[in-house]
């Protein structure tokens, strides 16, 4: 078997892994949610929540990988035998997500080349979205051409694939996503809405801001489900954990923030701000944006480059799940990068059918009365990641104890945030995490609604 690759440097690895987290969470779920839960109540609560929370499981995750060099399934069963049920759980996740982000994944890539193509007008006709994603063979294609691409990327190994894609990658997504807020901030009207989601109204807080947020930081920062525990198995003994993880999470909050700059503003600005609009959802992207494209001056060069944006975030998302898995295959069974890769392809290909389809041929199979799509979706991040993530803490705080990650965090740097470390790890989080999985779970089956 072939040496276990690894990242070439700090930047290298930072940059991959903020490839990863920065995805269609950042751009498209972000706005909508912080749109949807009050603006910059949901804002100041994400920021809060993601440099405690999320800045601690992240470390966790990253000094778990590296401690062990092995991905999510023999890491967890290295540091005690009877948690290797834990590596197999975190390992099911990206297996479920990969399909479906993938389905998205093409819808974007659809809007990028429509765009690009200077067919954005049609884009923004009413019904456009909807009768695309009901059409049987077109999204399926699409979907079949973003997973291929993935593909082709994570043959070519870590640091000829991932590390080089990510590096030209994300330097150009920082730069688009700013300039794209800073235009639509010049908008008329667009100022109300700078304010809606800036300015926190501590009214508009509840108990499903908090919820919404912390579904959101998993989400988002990707954890919970092996990935940054694979990547910190690349990682380098000299490099920080302290000092990357810090970068990694200035890196997704930012572009999070920036996207819900570029698109509740300009909500704002064509509706005035209609809290319809504004509660719009996973819609919010593809049918509302188009619109305002179309209003604005150069709309579809803006609207060219926000969809090869988005895309791009997209696929270094799906690089990540792809790798992950292709890692924990390899591990497991000892075959070629290869073969790995072609076994996922092939297995993603045949699970993302179900969830194309689901908004056409399939619209009336309904599983816990949620499409394919949906249904994936909810088991992954509603239920299987929260347990992943208090089973995690649970190991870390009090099986394996936070002292062996400390330490090997400790490696290179003092690791000077130990006792918030601790006291995230051991107390705060497990209680989070419990109540986002109860109310997560009786907001699907309606008992509570959120
Ligand atoms: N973190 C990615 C995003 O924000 C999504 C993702 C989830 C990526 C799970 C990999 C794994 O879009």
Not at 122 to 150: C, D, Q, R, Y
Not at 171 to 177: G, I, R
Not at 192 to 199: H, N, V
Request: with cysteine.
């Amino acid at each position: 078997m072939e040496k276990r690759s690894s990242f070439t440097g700090r930047i290298g690895f930072v940059l991959a892994a903020a490839g990863s987290a920065v995805g269609l969470g950042n751009i498209w779920r972000f706005p909508y949610l912080a749109a949807r839960y009050g603006g910059g109540m949901f804002l100041l609560t994400y920021i809060l929540l993601a440099v405690t929370f999320g800045f601690c499981l992240l470390i966790a995750e990253i000094a778990i990988g590296r401690k062990t060099g092995k991905s999510v399934i023999c890491a967890f069963a290295s540091l005690d035998r009877r948690f290797s049920f834990l590596g197999y759980l975190a390992a099911f996740i990206p297996m479920i997500i990969l399909p479906y982000y993938s389905v998205i994944g093409g819808w974007v890539t659809k809007y990028a080349a429509l765009y690009v193509t200077g067919g954005g007008a049609s884009a923004s006709k009413e019904g456009f979205f909807s009768a695309f994603t009901a059409e049987p063979i077109e999204p399926l294609a699409w979907f079949a051409i973003f997973i291929g691409l993935t593909a082709v990327i994570v043959l070519f190994g870590v640091e000829k694939g991932v590390e080089r894609v990510s590096c030209v990658m994300m330097p150009v997504l920082v730069v688009l996503t700013v300039g794209i807020a800073v235009y639509s901030l010049t908008r008329k009207g667009a100022l109300d809405g700078a304010l809606y989601y800036l300015r926190p109204d501590f009214s508009a807080f509840g108990i499903e801001t908090l919820l919404a947020a912390m579904g959101q930081l998993f989400y988002s920062m990707s954890l919970a489900m092996g990935i940054m525990i694979t990547y910190g198995s690349y990682m380098k003994k000299d490099i920080s954990i302290v000092s990357s993880a810090r970068q990694i999470g200035i890196f997704d909050t930012g572009i999070a923030f920036f996207s819900g700059l570029m698109i509740i503003p300009a909500v704002f600005s064509f509706s005035g701000g209609d809290a319809a609009t504004l509660n719009q959802g996973p819609g919010l992207m593809f049918v509302t944006l188009p619109r305002v494209f179309e209003e604005m001056p150069l709309g579809h060069a803006v609207g060219a480059v926000f969809f090869l944006l988005v895309f791009l975030a997209a696929l270094t998302s799906s690089i990540s799940l792809m790798e992950t898995i292709v890692s924990i295959i390899r591990d497991k069974f000892h075959i070629s990068r290869r073969l790995a890769c072609l076994a996922v392809l092939l297995l993603a290909l045949l699970l993302g059918i179900p969830s194309s389809l689901g908004n056409g041929l399939l619209d009336s199979v309904r599983i816990l009365g949620l499409s394919f799509l949906d249904f994936f979706d909810f088991i992954s991040n509603s239920v299987m990641m929260p347990i992943v993530a208090l089973l995690t803490c649970i190991f870390v705080g009090y099986v394996i104890k936070t002292g062996t990650l400390t330490d090997e965090v400790a490696l290179n740097a003092p690791f000077k945030e130990k006792r918030l470390f601790h006291f995230v790890i051991r107390y705060v989080a497990p209680v989070f995490i419990v109540l986002i999985l109860v109310s997560s779970i009786l907001n699907t089956f309606g008992v509570m609604t959120l």
